[in-house]
């Protein structure tokens, strides 16, 4: 029987605030006012509905006068921003990849460097080159010229 009891007592601890009619009262009070709320919600349907649909551009903003000037101003700036977003929010995108894009164009330049230096060093390769050749060009030309000249001597 005391078990009996003490299960109660402790069933009753557990789902005190289930079943205790202080936190009932709260939660029926919450219920109404949620009623309530929704009852005026369906007599204002149609107005609510009618109010959705309409599109908020042809509302008018009241502004004073002397503000007009500032609100042209504002709304150009808004144009001209709203336009550039785009470009703003891929920049932003691009900041974390800097460092990596950094050390892309810091392999990209040291390539190009070693490029030049082989570049240069061919370019040095060809100039001997062609200074070879001009030489032995000139060589040749020269022994067949003097080849020409000693067979015009000798007569066959």
């Not at 029987?1 to 009619?21: F, G, R």
């Not at 070693?114 to 020269?142: M, N, P, Y």
Request: one cysteine or more; proline letters at 4%; aromatic letters at 6%.
């Amino acid at each position: 029987m005391k078990n009996l009891k003490i299960e109660i007592l402790q069933l009753e601890k557990e789902t005190a605030d289930i079943a205790h009619p202080f936190f009932l009262n709260q939660k029926y009070e919450i219920l109404q006012d949620m009623n309530r709320h929704l009852e005026a919600v369906l007599k204002e349907k149609k107005t609510l509905r009618q109010r959705l649909m309409k599109p908020l551009c042809q509302e008018n903003l009241p502004i004073e006068a002397v503000f007009h000037r500032y609100v042209v101003e504002f709304l150009t700036l808004a144009v001209s921003f709203i336009e550039k977003l785009e470009s703003h929010l891929q920049t932003v995108r691009s900041i974390p990849q800097i460092p990596q894009t950094m050390k892309n164009l810091d392999n990209a330049l040291a390539k190009i460097d070693l490029l030049v230096t082989e570049v240069e060093e061919l370019a040095e390769q060809v100039l001997k080159w062609r200074e070879l050749q001009k030489g032995i060009h000139c060589d040749s030309f020269q022994n067949s010229k003097s080849d020409h000249s000693f067979s015009s001597l000798n007569p066959i």
